[in-house]
């Protein structure tokens, strides 16, 4: 795995790991918002999908170094 791609993935565990505190502290606010909660949920799902493309950008770098090795 590269370094920038590294790097890219843990920023984006980041913000997920940030939505799902959000999303946390949302489920026991009676208060709360059910659309933003509905926003945070499009996040994540947004977020894990960019993470997965990242770790196959990261795989495929990592595989082609290796074949060219």
Known sequence: ?????????EELL?????ARDELDRLSTDENASPERALEILSEL???????EE???R???EAESD????
């Open 1 to 9: 795995m590269t370094d920038e791609s590294l790097t890219r993935a």
């Open 14 to 18: 980041a913000r997920l790991e940030a």
């Open 45 to 51: 799902s947004e977020l894990a999908k960019a993470v």
């Open 54 to 56: 990242e770790l196959e």
């Open 58 to 60: 990261a795989k495929r």
């Open 66 to 69: 290796a074949a060219q090795s």
